[in-house]
């Protein structure tokens, strides 16, 4: 039998230590009205079988496109030595770091990626992770519901609409109010969002850049929050964050990230990384695992599983979250990827995606018919354009041919219907943007 | 280690009145059960309190607990050396690891005296 | 060992992407940029090759080390899973491609995976349906207690509090409390639930009770069948914690004995690797009448063979995730399965039970084991006679022996109903060798801290660093090198 190595001979031998008649007997306390009704599952297949199956069904997906999908989930190069690294056993074989003694790899792997986030985002704490960027940004709202103890959240429309819609799901139950202020083409309405300030207001929350691709630079609003005791909690993307105004700059209490661009694979939605960091005053309000240092018994440096009291195996019901767990390994190879990168890789990455697309941006709206939504708002990698006919037909002819133009924004807001948002990274070459440009300018003829 | 000239209450916190205001803190027993103190949260001064309900927490690496106002009152004081320093609570509960001052709302009722106190910890003990 | 950052040298080159023509400062409004760098290291491959892999050193992991860690089930992930998970066909994969109209024919295998995936469990469950979006064991606690919220809304119930038994592990109170419910904690009665404590406190205002069976003591519920009646009585959903699912594949299906709604983890039944904490996979499956409440999106097939997403239903709870789950994740599981087929989950359960009450026998009388009975997949013993002895060894000290000895430690601090809780997990992938070299090695390390107490007090001395002071830690709060 697969992966049990007990011979006949060596059950034998540990039924008769335990003093039972067969195996069947050791179940013997589940009445007969308990067994099961079916256990119908198709018969053991051998390695090879079932690699060659899940070969045949890789093949049937689409991998192979020119792509300008994105969205919030972007497809970067991966040093090979992400991969080489992650997949040591001693870290992926390895459980919750809770004898630090014999878990020191995994302690300061997740210590270093303390200090790799904060320095992106320019906030001091970090916690070692939650799933993604949406439970990040939930958990985050929650920071500031506890730490504020008020109970409205004001969310800009320009907050990917994947994570708004986690939002509602999670605090449906929890009597929060979710106050949504709309985008203005594609741009955060900075003006309005300051109005929606008010006394009752937990936390304001923004994105940059937004979900539009539109950047901005939120200090106004932040200090404003502060001043009317409103907790600032902003959702970035980590590549650009290497060249962008950090959250710490902009005085944000809270950044959040997604890490997906961070060494990790599209993999069709998961696992992702969520990242979280925040300022003194809210640290003790982070949710989940955090790693710090200390020392020996010996005076030697070392890292635990610290802040404890908080989560839910000692708090129980009074938790400051029910999550037990981080993304330890999506988090290491975040790390690893920072480090294989380092400050000039990553910068150098940003700087090629923003460069091509606002290349892409030149192109596409030299096409007839053809605008950026925001006008001459600036985008970074990605950027919304209006076309004159709906973006779904448009992404049915050019996917037909081997191109996916972008994510069309219709889905998540109405009146948007004819916008196509296109995203870029530094995998995107020159020449597949100008194979869209003349593939979308056929289309629309 | 239970000073006769304090008051206390069951929930393991102990309360020096004198006039209308109560100095109030945690007792040697509770320091003790807890082992070494992380961080305090204490309310803030002006807050009010309820004698018997929650008021703040303590934690150690291994557990947390509720703090419970021993009295009714308003918040005057906070021993801020606690922040940076909550091992005071472990080391001198009674003196340097006050916690908060309180202008009292009302005569404090249901405390204990040191002896009846020290009923309960022994029953507790076991 | 320094930290990465320290090892940083200025202008030494890494994996860099050529530079582009124009710099940030050309591209964007000043306004925009950030001030002060970030300040991430300069490293080359080899320095960034060489510190995780000496990091790599200073970890114990299944491959390397026995890893009886109770209510975990660290059981043996094999490797061509990991093959699996790696092909292109599915790491490239975008997930937002199905949400373009039409375009879920570029995607079906991938949502066959998802659909076949989700069956499979159902069987081996005996539940309606299941969905595959929780991205860990506590994320499919509290989905699954949010379907339980949505049903008792739908229905009109006015319903405030869940119940906990007191032996459950501490996120399932957290997961209500989070979902919005007040939690009672339920007293057990020879480490199982008693009904006549049930009925105390169940009333109309309980919205159900969330259980594990075998429980986390590793003893089978024997009073479920009466639970099931009483719960039914008040419309109270009955909730399966799937930690300990190794004990019964084959052997009970949460479905037919009556739950409504079940987690589980596919890092734990499943085989997929722990990670170091994660990723996980915590899909949730339901009985008939809580269908309608499930997360959007769910994946159909369709008469022609053809798999699609639908959004459809509006009495759902909603997106707890960005997309499907962590598909990377599942799809190991899926493998895992595959491969396993029916008889092969049942021989898993077997050999983890069989294994589990060996080592209870190698070890009782050298351990006091507070519940001494047939046990499922695990066991808690005690250490209360060593800590009570004129030794003064406790469970932390026995676990830190363990790890001298090249053993990761059982769980100590958990079930809190133990005192001096040590709980073992063999699993039923460890060698009759393996569970004799441990037992062995268990009682010598006893039989050694009678003489002299200091040999498990001082321990490990043979690891990377001796005991650690948390105390320290948690009042420093020194979370990052900048700190």
């Not at chain 1, 090879?48 to 970067?76: I, P, Q, R």
């Not at chain 1, 929350?205 to 005791?229: C, E, I, K, S």
């Not at chain 3, 990761?408 to 039923?428: N, S």
Request: proline content about 6%; glycine content about 8%; charged content about 20%.
């Amino acid at each position: 039998m697969p992966y049990v190595p007990h011979t006949p001979e060596d059950i034998r031998r540990m039924l008769g230590v335990i003093g039972a008649p067969s195996v069947a007997s050791l179940f013997d306390e589940i009445p007969a009205e308990l067994r099961p009704k079916s256990f119908d599952l198709p018969a053991g297949k051998s390695e090879m079988d079932v690699l060659a199956h899940l070969e045949a069904l890789a093949k049937k997906n689409a991998v192979n496109h020119v792509s300008f999908l994105g969205a919030g989930f972007y497809d970067h190069h991966i040093p090979a030595a992400v991969d080489a690294l992650s997949m040591r056993s001693e870290f992926y074989t390895a459980y919750t770091p809770y004898q630090p003694e014999a878990s020191q790899g995994t302690l300061q792997a997740i210590f270093e990626y303390q200090t790799a986030v904060t320095r992106i985002t320019g906030l001091a704490y970090a916690n070692a992770s939650v799933y993604d960027g949406g439970s990040a940004l939930f958990e985050g709202a929650m920071m500031a519901v506890r730490h504020t103890g008020r109970r409205k959240l004001v969310v800009c429309e320009a907050v990917s609409p994947i994570y708004r819609v986690m939002l509602s799901s999670y605090t449906s139950n929890l009597h929060l109010e979710l106050v949504t202020v709309p985008h203005k083409d594609g741009a955060c309405d900075l003006a309005a969002l300051t109005k929606a300030l008010d006394a009752d207001t937990a936390a304001v929350v923004v994105q940059n850049p937004n979900f539009f691709g539109t950047l901005h630079d939120f200090t106004a609003l932040f200090a404003a929050a502060r001043a009317a005791g409103v907790v600032s909690l902003i959702s970035v993307y980590p590549v650009l964050q290497s060249v962008l105004k950090s959250p710490g700059e902009m005085g944000a209490d809270v950044a959040v990230a997604e890490g997906q661009s961070l060494g990790l694979p599209l993999s069709f939605g998961g696992p992702y990384l969520g990242v979280m960091t925040c300022n003194k005053e809210l640290v003790r309000q982070m949710p989940g695992r955090m790693v710090g240092r200390t020392v020996d018994t010996e005076g030697r440096t070392g890292y635990v599983l610290t802040l404890q009291a908080r989560e839910q195996h000692i708090r129980r019901q009074k938790a400051t979250s029910n999550i037990c767990s981080n993304q330890a390994l999506c988090a290491l190879r975040a790390l690893i990827h920072l480090c294989l990168l380092g400050q000039e890789g990553l910068t150098r990455t940003a700087e090629t995606c923003i460069e091509r697309a606002h290349y892409a941006a030149e192109r596409l709206t030299a096409i007839d018919g053809v605008k950026l939504l925001s006008g001459d708002a600036p985008f970074g990698n990605e950027f919304a354009i209006s076309l004159p006919v709906n973006a779904y037909k448009v992404i049915d002819k050019l996917s037909a041919r081997g191109v996916v133009p972008g994510f069309p924004l219709g889905r998540y807001y109405q009146g948007l219907e004819n916008v196509l948002l296109v995203a870029c990274t530094e995998k995107t070459s020159t020449e597949s943007i100008g194979i869209f440009a003349e593939m979308l300018r056929g289309a629309l003829k | 280690m239970i000073p006769n000239d304090l008051k206390y209450a069951k929930s393991h916190e102990w309360a020096k009145i004198e006039g209308d205001v109560a100095t109030i803190g945690i007792t040697h027993f509770a320091q003790e059960q807890l082992g070494d103190l992380t961080f305090i949260d204490l309310p803030k001064v002006g807050a009010t309190l309820t004698a018997g309900a929650e008021m703040g927490s303590v934690e150690s690496v291994k557990a947390a607990s509720e703090l419970y106002a021993p009295v009714s009152g308003t918040v005057t004081e906070v021993n801020a050396a606690l922040e940076n320093a909550p091992e005071a609570v472990n080391q001198d509960p009674y003196n340097s690891g006050w916690m908060l001052k309180v202008k009292l709302a009302s005569a404090p009722a249901d405390l204990l005296d040191a002896a009846a106190y020290a009923d309960v910890c022994a029953a507790e003990a076991h | 060992m320094n930290t990465v950052f320290k090892k940083s040298t200025e202008g030494r080159e890494g994996v860099w992407p050529v530079k582009p023509e124009k710099s940030a400062a050309d591209l964007l409004p000043a306004g925009l940029l950030r001030g002060k760098s970030a300040g991430l290291p300069s490293l080359s491959e080899l320095d960034v090759v060489r510190h995780f892999t000496q990091l790599s050193k200073r970890n114990y992991g299944v491959d390397g080390n026995f890893y009886p860690l109770g209510s975990c089930t660290m059981k043996y992930n094999p490797k061509f899973t990991e093959t699996a998970a790696a092909l292109p066909g599915f790491t490239r994969l975008h997930p937002v491609l199905p949400q373009l109209k039409g375009a879920g024919r570029m995607c079906q295998g991938a949502l066959e995976v998802m659909y076949e995936t989700e069956q499979l469990l159902c069987e081996v469950c005996g539940m309606k349906a299941f969905t595959l979006h929780p991205m860990a064991g506590a994320h499919g606690e509290l989905t699954g207690v949010m379907i339980m919220a949505a049903y008792h809304k739908d229905k009109g119930n006015k319903k405030t509090k869940i119940i906990c038994p007191d032996s459950a592990h501490g996120t399932n109170p957290a997961s209500a409390a989070i979902a919005g419910y007040e939690v009672v904690n339920l007293p057990s009665k020879d480490g199982i639930v008693d009904p006549d404590e049930l009925a105390k406190v169940l009333d109309d205002s309980v919205a159900g009770m969330m259980m594990t069976c075998p429980n986390t003591l590793g003893l089978f519920e024997t009073n479920l069948p009466k639970i099931v009646e009483m719960l039914r009585s008040v419309d109270a959903l009955l909730y399966y914690d799937g930690a300990n699912l190794n004990a019964i594949m084959g052997k009970m299906r949460v479905g037919d004995a009556g739950f409504d709604v079940v987690h589980l983890n596919l890092h734990k039944t499943f085989a997929t690797p722990h990670g170091g904490g994660g990723p996980g996979a915590g899909p949730v499956g339901v009985s008939e009448r809580l269908v309608p409440y499930l997360p959007v999106s769910r994946v159909e097939k369709l008469e022609d063979g053809q798999f699609f997403l639908n959004y459809d239903f509006p009495k759902s709870i909603g997106y707890v995730a960005p997309f499907y789950g962590n598909f990377g994740v599942f799809l190991k599981a899926y493998a895992y399965i595959l491969r396993l087929g029916g008889n092969g989950l049942i021989r898993a359960t077997e050999n983890a039970v069989l294994a589990a009450n060996y080592l209870r026998k190698r070890l009782d009388g050298v351990l006091d084991v507070p519940y001494d009975r047939v046990c499922m997949h695990e066991f808690v013993a005690s250490a209360c006679k060593q800590a009570a002895s004129s030794c003064h060894v406790r469970a932390l000290d026995i676990a830190k022996a363990l790890l001298d000895r090249g053993y990761h430690a059982p769980t100590i601090y958990f079930p809190l109903i133990v005192k001096e809780a040590l709980m073992f997990e063999p699993t039923e992938t460890e060698s009759l060798d393996t569970l004799d070299q441990f037992a062995d090695d268990l009682i010598a390390i006893l039989a050694e801290a009678e003489i002299n107490p200091d040999s498990a007090i001082g321990a490990p001395r043979n690891l990377p660093v001796t005991r650690l002071d948390e105390t320290r830690a948690a009042r420093n709060m020194e979370l990052t090198d900048d700190l």
